[in-house]
């Protein structure tokens, strides 16, 4: 058990490179990275595109492997993804045939978290009410702002009660006046719910 204000994710000397087949060589975004984010946190890391900043965070969510060095959450190396991280997209990747409700529904499919159906729709509506979606679950994306859109891309990320919430530039679609809002009630989210937050972007 991690108390709040220790090291929930650590990253020692990590290295990422990736394999240029048709120029047979490799190419390195992340190299030699030490950095420790304590339970509770949020983080935000800032910098250009193409700086690694995305690369980074893959290696924290499991869903690239390192080079070289380690990523351990909560202690345990990092191998693949896990129920306890989920990410937030830049993109809002929904499914346009699916209400919102059943677009937040999505993670219990492909996870076993031996929860009642019943569960996992108080789940949802527990999710949607963080985001301010109360009202919506019967609405398709195209019915919703884009705003709106990333906000069921948030309460997908939250449905499951993960303990790290990955966030890849989450708002750089969205005009500047609703990115400041959003930025500031993804903050909320996280302070009322507890999670640890690594959030990057290019702003």
Partial sequence: MIAEGEPIIVAKNLTIAYDLHRERKKLTALQGINLEIKKGEFVVLVGP?????????????????????????????????????AMVFQDYAL?????VESNVK?????????????????????????????????????????????RVGIARALVTNPDILLADEPFAAIDAMTREAMQAEMERIVMETGQTCVFITHS
Avoid: H
């Fill in 95 to 99: 499914l346009p045939w699916r209400t």
């Fill in 106 to 150: 999505m993670p219990f499919e492909f996870q076993d978290l031996g929860m009642s159906q019943e569960e996992q729709n108080q789940s949802v509506k527990s999710a949607l009410r963080l985001v301010d979606l109360d009202g919506f679950e019967k609405s398709f994306p195209y019915e919703l702002s884009g705003g709106m859109k990333q």
């Fill in 49 to 85: 595109s193409g700086c690694g900043k995305t690369s980074f965070i893959n290696a924290i969510s499991g869903l690239i492997p390192k080079s070289e060095g380690s990523v351990t959450v909560r202690g345990r190396e990092v191998t693949g993804p896990g129920p306890d991280r």
